[in-house]
């Protein structure tokens, strides 16, 4: 008996769609061989291969059902074979047929969380990394390019780089549709850098710069500070410790913000000093915010810890030459332990800061052999009681004539100082000319009762405390004239003139002029640009009122100053306004109305109020105050008036 196995003949396979299946839709594979009526009655297998490189490998179950259907993604594209298989034989291959897909229509995303200018950022063309993906992308400005993959790669991303990018997904040289809506590229600037000087004296000028570390930023170009300022340079005039703490600022362009800048931590300084031996010193460490601490450390030089010292309090008894230098605290909640405290160094300066996490403030409590002074500030400022030998008075400021003294006039210059000493104690001064020790003058004000020419000469001073001197203040020049003008008069007398009028003022000197004179007016102690002997004004206005002075100048020599003349300017009543401008619309009957008339008035004015219809005032002051009634409905005016005329102003009063 002899067994004879025949192999099926070759199949043919086709594809239902034949043009390009889009991805995500149905595919159908038929198999189709002249031998399968012969195989029927026993039954026979279909295979699909899938050929990769040359190599085909089965995609379809043996129980498939077919014709097989299978749902088309990119990744399926390829091409396909297929067999049939009767009584453990098999057929050949028949010819490879190609699925063609369609890439689905692609969504831009960005990679990164952010587009910094500078850095490297990456668009995405679809969400798929399959291999043979390529990608074509456009934006608004027509911009073109393409990618072998599905990125689009900004190695250093710029502001020209925004726009509105959509993208094509190409595979086996079908493409995709362009994305439906565009990514919005947009690029951050670069986060600011703050420059400027953080550690400052109280009382001096703060001033920081927003610096921004992009360049080409498209305007408008703006800037916003932590503390609520919106311009490029934060300032404080006067700083003080309050204003102490973090600062962080941002640089917006066209509406983009940056990412804040790092963080600034604003300082003050600070002294504390004890005698050798004389006094103990005790340091509070505490906290500015709401938790109580489980743990405190203490550190002395170089942050070495200070061992036993485990409490808020750390005190120095009998300390000693030895015993100074920095001492920190930090403290511990919830096993985090904060930034260590501002240092406050014995016999030094220190420095103050507000921190973060656990904003730390070291309290000073010195205790002497007289009395005991708590001191609950940051400065840990002490008085004279506490030996403050190492507090420097501020710098003081020095003032004097503003313009040339004549020989022989008493001439009084005024050093002043900011600080201000504990109890009664007083500053004392010294006075330096032409950096030469003036000897004998300690005292705030210095006098030269008839000054000779030889006075003239460059002015400090400096302020002392317990020995301590402050800076030298700015230098003060002391011009001193062989001859001066008599002060001058400002004819006629103070005047009461009506608007439009015109005034005519004379400034009169009983001097001999050794060349020319000239003059300068002044009204309300700001210069003017006249330099005539008189002062016309042809059609006054309210705005001319005020106190004029003038002076003459004489060979470069300026006189005292003029006595002072009054323009008053009258006028009708100027600007009424009622308040409220329109009735409220909440009111109900029985409710109370106060409306008041105001006006600019001078003279003063007196005010009416009458009500359309009534030949009666309804008021003769400025208020008028109505209860809400059907009867109370109306017209009413309110009239001021003058001397110079009069104005009115209507309120209408609707029924309620």
């Not at 917006?252 to 004890?274: F, W």
């Not at 001492?327 to 800061?353: P, R, W």
């Not at 400025?622 to 104005?647: I, K, M």
Request: hydrophobic letters at 30%.
């Amino acid at each position: 008996m002899c067994d004879l196995s025949v192999q099926p003949r070759t199949p043919t396979l086709s594809i239902s769609p034949t043009s390009t299946v889009a991805d995500g839709s149905s595919a159908t594979f038929t198999c189709s061989s002249s031998s399968q009526s012969e195989m029927a009655a026993e039954g026979y297998n279909t295979t699909l291969y899938l050929s990769n490189g040359g190599t085909f490998t089965s995609v379809s179950p043996p129980t498939a059902t077919w014709p097989y259907v299978i749902t088309a993604s990119t990744a399926q594209a390829g091409q396909y074979a297929c067999s049939v298989t009767y009584r453990q034989v098999e057929s050949p291959k028949s010819s490879v047929v190609n699925l063609l897909v369609k890439p689905s229509t692609p969504v831009v995303s960005l990679l990164q969380a952010m587009a910094v200018d500078g850095s490297a950022v990456s668009l995405q063309c679809g969400t798929s990394n399959q291999t043979g993906l390529s990608s074509t992308w456009t934006t608004n400005s027509n911009f073109q390019t393409t990618s072998n993959s599905t990125y689009l790669t900004f190695p250093n991303i710029a502001f020209t780089d925004m726009g509105i990018y959509s993208c094509m997904l190409t595979l086996n040289s079908i493409n995709s549709d362009y994305s439906a809506t565009g990514y919005s590229l947009v690029v951050k600037p670069m986060a600011p850098v703050i420059t400027g000087t953080l550690t400052v004296e109280e009382g001096s000028l703060l001033s920081l710069t927003c610096q921004p570390q992009s360049s080409g930023m498209p305007t408008p170009v703006t800037y916003s500070w932590s503390r609520g300022v919106t311009t490029q340079i934060l300032q404080i005039n006067a700083v003080t410790f309050s204003d102490a703490g973090q600062i962080t600022c941002k640089v917006s362009a066209n509406g983009i913000d940056s990412s804040p800048s790092s963080v600034a931590s604003v300082m003050g300084l600070s002294t504390i000093a004890v005698d050798d031996g004389s006094e103990s010193v005790t340091l509070n460490c505490s906290t500015a915010s709401q938790v109580t601490p489980t743990t405190v450390t203490w550190y002395g030089e170089q942050d070495v810890v200070i061992q036993g010292q485990s409490s808020a309090s750390y005190t120095i008894t009998s300390p000693s030459l030895a015993s100074s230098g920095s001492v920190k605290c930090s403290m511990t909640y919830n096993s985090v332990e904060s930034a260590k405290s501002n240092t406050i160094l014995l016999e030094g300066k220190s420095n103050i800061s507000f921190l973060a996490w656990l904003r730390l403030t070291l309290v000073c409590l010195v205790k002497t052999s007289q009395e005991s002074i708590v001191f609950a500030r940051e400065s840990c400022k002490v008085s004279k009681l506490l030996n403050a030998k190492n507090i420097r008075p501020r710098q003081p400021v020095l003032t004097g004539p503003t313009t040339a003294v004549a020989t022989n006039s008493s001439v009084t210059m005024t050093c002043s100082s900011a600080s201000k000493p504990p109890g009664a104690a007083t500053l004392t001064f010294s006075w330096k000319k032409d950096a030469t020790t003036l000897t004998g003058e300690t005292g705030a004000n210095l006098v030269i009762s008839r000054a000779p020419t030889t006075a003239a000469g460059q002015y400090t001073c400096a302020a002392s405390y317990l020995s301590v001197t402050s800076l030298d203040s700015s230098t003060f020049r002391l011009t001193v004239q062989g001859r001066s003008t008599r002060q001058p008069t400002i004819k006629p007398s103070s005047q009461l003139v009506s608007v439009g009028s015109k005034v005519t003022l004379t400034c009169e000197t009983t001097s001999t002029p050794v060349t020319t004179f000239t003059y300068r007016w002044s009204k309300d102690g700001v210069s003017m640009a006249a330099s005539g002997q008189t002062l016309t004004i042809d059609q006054v206005q309210s705005s001319d009122g005020g106190t004029y002075t003038c002076a003459v100048v004489d060979n470069s020599v300026t006189s005292a100053t003029s006595n002072a003349y009054q323009l008053t300017v009258v006028d009708a009543p100027q600007s009424l306004s009622l308040t409220p401008a329109i009735p409220p619309t909440s009111l109900v009957e029985g409710d109370s109305l106060t409306v008041t008339c105001a006006a600019a008035c001078n003279p003063t004015c007196t005010f009416q109020w009458s009500k359309s219809g009534t030949s009666t005032p309804v008021s003769s002051v400025s208020q008028l105050s109505l209860e809400v009634t059907a009867q109370s409905a109306g017209t009413y005016t309110c009239t001021a008036s003058n001397s110079e005329g009069s104005d009115h102003l209507l309120q209408s009063l609707r029924s309620w």
